[in-house]
């Protein structure tokens, strides 16, 4: 990776932040103070702290309760922090140690850091298979998404998406050593350790199936065995530290149940009545959402195996299926899931033409800028609906 694709990374991921800042400081005006998430008025830095902010500001102060709440009507574990990964609040939690600065304070800056070396090592990784100039758009219109208002404020995204892109860059690099312990380490950020060992099957196969013309020795097939056995155990590491503490052998899922419909994690059905609900409307929402919803998988399928995203390569084309598939099984399409969708950036690729082998992308300036606006339109919806808390519509604290 060139100096100058580095700079160029970072002048593009920290120009859209500067974007995204202007705008959270321009609806501060309409954030009311929010007992126990602001003070009595509210600055830029209340606004990193909404929410899930909120959440981890409460891990990393308190750390994470002994015993699951539960709900006075029910009987049921209650929402509780066991729901949040514990590496961003307790490296926060250290940084607030060394530094003496609050949580917002020092979890934002925290955040922007860590998405501007997620920025960097994601052109690196794409310039090997597209190009360093396609790489850069990349960059630019991921870091314009709607969602990545969340790279600058009290979230784990960020910190995510930079081990995230080591790990996969690791992967395609053969780095079997290096892709373990990032899987490990990924197994602490966010729950989406489980879809790499997908990406690492595929490598390891694709390096099986090569092994006549670039023989692999023992010591490799150890480490490729250890990577893949280390993405199984980072996905369920967080789960059994979760029973460990509280005595409850399914206090991480009881726990993530507690923010499902119904309180209860049911695979695939969530998506089913989500596409319903958007034609709700409509006398025909029981067909119209079934197709939607069918449409979208089948576009997903196609933009990942059709020939305009060879040039991603094997490893970062799983992953975009990988990963979308195991979003199906866990989780419900809230709104969550727009910051749940910056980890698909390769899709980008596809979308900007950049991922063909034998072609050079059409109008990729133009549909960079065009991508990039609507990003920014995106973000300014997603910090006045989904960012400012308007009790008592929202649900309260």
């Not at 990393?60 to 539960?70: D, I, S, T």
């Not at 499902?260 to 319903?276: Q, T």
Request: hydrophobic content about 55%; overall charge positive; charged content about 10%.
């Amino acid at each position: 990776m060139t100096r100058t694709l580095v700079l160029r990374a970072a002048g593009v991921y920290l120009v859209m932040r500067l974007v995204s800042a202007v705008m959270v400081m321009m609806a501060v005006d309409e954030q009311v103070p929010v007992d126990s998430w602001t003070g009595p008025t509210v600055d830029y830095f209340d606004m990193t702290v909404l929410w899930d902010g909120s959440w981890y500001r409460t891990v990393a102060e308190e750390g994470y309760p002994k015993v699951l709440p539960l709900d006075p009507v029910s009987g049921t574990p209650s929402q509780n922090a066991w729901a949040f990964y514990p590496l961003f609040p307790m490296l926060a939690r250290g940084l607030m140690g060394l530094t003496g600065l609050s949580f917002p304070v020092v979890a934002s800056t925290l955040a922007l850091l860590c998405g501007l070396g997620a920025s960097v090592l994601m052109a690196g990784l794409l310039a090997e298979r597209v190009g360093p100039r396609v790489a850069l758009a990349t960059v630019a219109v991921w870091a314009a998404f709607p969602a990545a208002v969340s790279l600058q404020l009290a979230y784990t995204e960020s910190l995510a998406m930079l081990v995230l892109c080591g790990f996969l860059w690791a992967v395609m690099r053969q780095r079997w050593s290096a892709a373990a312990g990032l899987a490990l380490v990924l197994g602490l950020t966010r729950p989406i350790a489980l879809p790499a060992l997908a990406v690492v099957a595929v490598a390891l196969f694709l390096r099986w199936r090569g092994r006549r013309t670039r023989r692999i020795a023992a010591g490799e097939y150890a480490a490729g065995i250890g990577a893949l056995v280390a993405c199984g155990v980072s996905g369920l590491t967080w789960p059994v530290i979760a029973a460990a503490v509280t005595g409850s052998p399914t206090a991480y899922t009881d726990t993530m149940a507690a923010w499902r419909a119904g309180g209860e994690i049911v695979p695939l059905k969530p998506w089913l009545w989500m596409s319903e609900w958007v034609f709700r409307e409509h006398e025909l929402a029981g067909t119209y959402g079934p197709v939607a919803l069918a449409v979208t998988v089948t576009t997903l399928v196609v933009m990942v195996c059709g020939p305009w995203a060879r040039g991603l390569g094997p490893e970062l084309r799983t992953w975009s299926l990988a990963y979308p598939a195991y979003l199906a099984l866990v989780l419900d399409p809230f709104t969550s899931i727009f910051r749940y969708l910056l980890p698909l950036f390769p899709l980008i690729v596809v979308v900007l033409g950049g991922a063909w082998v034998d072609r050079a992308p059409r109008f990729l300036g133009g549909r960079t800028a065009t991508l990039v606006v609507l990003g920014v339109v995106g973000q300014a919806f997603w910090i006045t609906e989904l960012l400012v808390f308007v009790p008592p519509s929202d649900y309260p604290p």
